[in-house]
């Protein structure tokens, strides 16, 4: 099997699964959005995405490869992720996104440590100022002792 038709499945099984399970609940308008209406319409989209790149790799006449798996990459990004989820409520907002980048950073050789420090300290201001300070979320900007 060819990567773009990896890719494009995945993306179809992943829109798929958010569109089941976003329709499940309220989805509202786009004037009064419901807590279904990001899922879903996030699932249209990436089930669009992944049936253009299917679309086109079916219409591809040479085959790609599939390339070596970067198991470094999606370790370390899986588990930005997951200690980012761990750690935002008893740390913060900023501290958690600057976990989350400088994990995130280890995926690529070589690592920059000031820049992914930089990196992470302007994403944490930049959430914590479009997510608390704009949209008003209520995510805890401090550790909580």
Do not use: H, K
């Not at 980012?84 to 958690?96: H, I, M, Q, S, V």
């Not at 000031?114 to 100022?129: M, N, R």
Request: some cysteine; aromatic content about 8%.
């Amino acid at each position: 099997m060819r990567r773009d038709t990896i890719v494009g499945l995945t993306f179809l099984a992943i829109a798929a699964f958010f569109a089941f399970f976003g329709s499940q609940l309220t989805i509202g308008t786009a004037a009064r959005m419901n807590a279904g209406y990001v899922p879903v319409l996030g699932a249209v989209l990436l089930g669009a995405l992944g049936a253009v790149i299917l679309g086109q790799d079916l219409l591809r006449r040479t085959p790609e490869p599939i390339a070596r798996i970067n198991w470094r990459g999606l370790i370390c990004v899986a588990a930005g992720i997951l200690v980012f989820a761990y750690t935002l409520r008893p740390l913060g907002l900023p501290l958690a996104s600057v976990l989350l980048v400088l994990i995130g950073c280890l995926a690529e050789r070589p690592i920059r440590p000031v820049q992914a420090l930089a990196l992470g300290v302007f994403l944490a201001a930049a959430s914590s100022l479009i997510f608390v300070g704009g949209i008003g979320l209520q995510l805890p900007l401090w550790p909580t002792l």
